[in-house]
């Protein structure tokens, strides 16, 4: 491309992301966070941090602890937030309230979520448990232990062939809603659809769509859900996950941690064990207070957001981003002679909220972005991921991004 060219290819892109900035109606809610200098990409690992939330952990802290100490378990409600909390988060996964508890690591409730889609029916025919064979490396894990603590084979399974591989056998499937790596999205409803035609029970990871666009877990009949509440949720570093159990399989969901504060009547401290109604029996131990009350401060972000917004720019962030990426980077996007290739889908409805680009010198690449003020993440040995997260990340930021990409490129030779 001539220079005349490549500088009006560039000032139409800019003039693209202004004009989508200034036509953002979610615009305003990025002065709600507190941001670094330079264009912050990496949302899907970390949420930013909402700027109401110092001071609100600081009450929790300073009174509600320093002062109530005691009391607050029942005069600041902390006994009651990991549902309270779940209720908040239910709308955004597309959940009627009383189906969602928060608490313990995603990991931990995967654990939870697959024994216990196994033990709903616990029939000895269906002998397998089938994951994804792409999935974020815990999920595998876990579902590796609980298959062998109920007595099932785990099967690794692409996610494109399950429907095929469902059958007869199929106790239980754990999905990916979105992959953590490519950033494909997977559909919800069809293999929701797929597993229970089978007469599997369906559990879903939504570590990387919580917050990022709309999950329907209702209308897709979707039987568990785990997910994470630092990334797109912003909750904090180490902040809680969530289970979700349909209200439908509660009173037969048989926890394998089935902690004290799950007992129907947890201060009676009897010896048997009886589970309490409801989704409080995903409960397991003393919840951990200062990072859910951080998040319950965190989420307020949402009120009054829709979950179509979110979706429309999270996919105009990510088209943008692409654009500009195929315009600036030598060789361009996927070509013959280009040095980075998009893993993730180009179609909307495959598409998550991040941009994965396989490149043979991600590991330099992403150090001169970083230095450059553009963080993104290294998923070793090829992968650079660009998180979007619609509610504070700007149109600019993407254009800004892919020309930093392109400078960067331009520096680091080619393996
Ligand atoms: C898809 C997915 N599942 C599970 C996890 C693990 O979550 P945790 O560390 O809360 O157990 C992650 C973490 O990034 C993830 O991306």
């Given at each position: 491309?001539s220079?005349?060219l490549?500088?009006?290819?560039?000032?139409?892109?800019?003039?693209?992301?202004?004009?989508?900035?200034?036509?953002?109606?979610?615009?305003?809610?990025?002065?709600?966070?507190?941001?670094?200098?330079?264009?912050?990409?990496d949302?899907?690992?970390?949420?930013?941090?909402?700027?109401?939330?110092?001071?609100?952990?600081?009450?929790?802290?300073?009174?509600?602890w320093?002062?109530?100490?005691?009391?607050?378990?029942?005069?600041?409600?902390?006994?009651?937030?990991?549902?309270?909390?779940?209720?908040?988060?239910?709308?955004?996964?597309?959940a009627?309230?009383?189906?969602?508890?928060?608490?313990?690591?995603?990991?931990?409730?995967?654990?939870?979520?697959?024994?216990?889609?196994?033990?709903?029916?616990?029939?000895?025919?269906?002998?397998?448990?089938?994951?994804?064979?792409?999935?974020?490396?815990?999920?595998?894990?876990?579902a590796?232990?609980?298959?062998?603590?109920?007595?099932?084979?785990?099967?690794?399974v692409?996610?494109?062939?399950?429907?095929?591989?469902?059958?007869?056998?199929?106790?239980?499937?754990?999905?990916?809603?979105?992959?953590?790596?490519?950033?494909?999205?997977?559909?919800?409803?069809?293999?929701?659809?797929?597993?229970?035609?089978?007469?599997?029970?369906?559990?879903?990871?939504?570590?990387?769509?919580?917050?990022?666009?709309?999950?329907?877990?209702?209308?897709?009949?979707?039987?568990?859900?785990?997910?994470?509440?630092?990334?797109?949720?912003?909750?904090?570093?180490?902040?809680?996950?969530?289970?979700?159990?349909?209200?439908?399989?509660?009173?037969?969901?048989?926890?394998?941690?089935?902690?004290?504060?799950?007992?129907g009547?947890?201060?009676?401290?009897?010896?048997?064990?009886?589970?309490?109604?409801?989704?409080?029996?995903?409960?397991?131990?003393?919840?951990?207070?200062?990072?859910?009350?951080?998040?319950?401060?965190?989420?307020?972000?949402?009120?009054?957001?829709?979950?179509?917004?979110?979706?429309?720019k999270?996919?105009?962030?990510?088209?943008?981003?692409?654009?500009?990426?195929?315009?600036?980077?030598?060789?361009?996007?996927?070509?013959?002679?280009?040095?980075?290739?998009?893993?993730t889908?180009?179609?909307?409805?495959?598409?998550?909220?991040?941009?994965?680009?396989?490149?043979?010198?991600?590991?330099?690449?992403?150090?001169?972005?970083?230095?450059?003020?553009?963080?993104?993440?290294?998923?070793?040995?090829?992968?650079?991921?660009?998180?979007?997260?619609?509610?504070?990340?700007?149109?600019?930021?993407?254009?800004?991004?892919?020309?930093?990409?392109?400078?960067?490129?331009?520096?680091?030779?080619?393996a």
């Open positions: 491309m220079e005349n490549t500088a009006a290819v560039s000032r139409e892109l800019l003039e693209r992301a202004a004009k989508l900035d200034a036509a953002d109606e979610l615009a305003p809610l990025r002065a709600r966070f507190t941001l670094p200098e330079g264009v912050y990409l949302g899907n690992s970390l949420g930013a941090l909402p700027a109401h939330v110092p001071a609100r952990v600081a009450d929790v802290v300073g009174r509600q320093g002062e109530l100490l005691i009391r607050s378990w029942s005069e600041s409600a902390w006994w009651t937030a990991p549902e309270r909390i779940g209720d908040r988060i239910a709308p955004l996964v597309g009627a309230p009383g189906q969602i508890v928060v608490g313990d690591s995603t990991s931990v409730n995967v654990f939870k979520a697959v024994v216990g889609a196994v033990r709903l029916h616990d029939d000895p025919a269906r002998t397998d448990v089938l994951v994804d064979a792409a999935t974020f490396p815990t999920d595998g894990y876990l590796a232990s609980a298959a062998r603590l109920t007595g099932r084979r785990l099967i690794p692409r996610a494109a062939e399950l429907p095929a591989a469902l059958g007869p056998s199929t106790a239980a499937v754990l999905i990916n809603h979105v992959d953590f790596r490519t950033g494909r999205l997977h559909d919800m409803a069809a293999l929701t659809a797929a597993a229970h035609e089978a007469g599997a029970v369906a559990v879903w990871d939504l570590c990387h769509s919580a917050g990022a666009l709309p999950v329907a877990l209702d209308d897709c009949g979707v039987d568990f859900a785990v997910g994470c509440t630092y990334k797109y949720l912003n909750g904090g570093p180490g902040a809680p996950a969530f289970l979700h159990v349909a209200q439908r399989h509660q009173g037969f969901f048989d926890s394998p941690l089935p902690g004290w504060t799950s007992h009547d947890p201060f009676a401290m009897t010896e048997e064990y009886t589970a309490a109604e409801g989704v409080t029996r995903g409960r397991v131990g003393t919840p951990d207070i200062l990072s859910m009350l951080a998040l319950e401060a965190a989420l307020e972000v949402w009120d009054g957001v829709r979950p179509d917004s979110v979706r429309a999270s996919l105009a962030l990510t088209d943008l981003f692409l654009d500009c990426v195929a315009e600036y980077v030598p060789g361009g996007l996927d070509g013959p002679d280009s040095r980075v290739r998009s893993m889908p180009y179609a909307h409805g495959e598409r998550g909220s991040q941009i994965a680009l396989r490149c043979a010198e991600a590991p330099a690449v992403m150090a001169g972005l970083i230095a450059r003020g553009v963080v993104g993440d290294l998923r070793r040995p090829d992968v650079l991921r660009f998180g979007f997260t619609p509610l504070y990340t700007r149109f600019a930021d993407a254009e800004r991004a892919a020309a930093v990409l392109a400078e960067v490129l331009g520096e680091v030779p080619a």
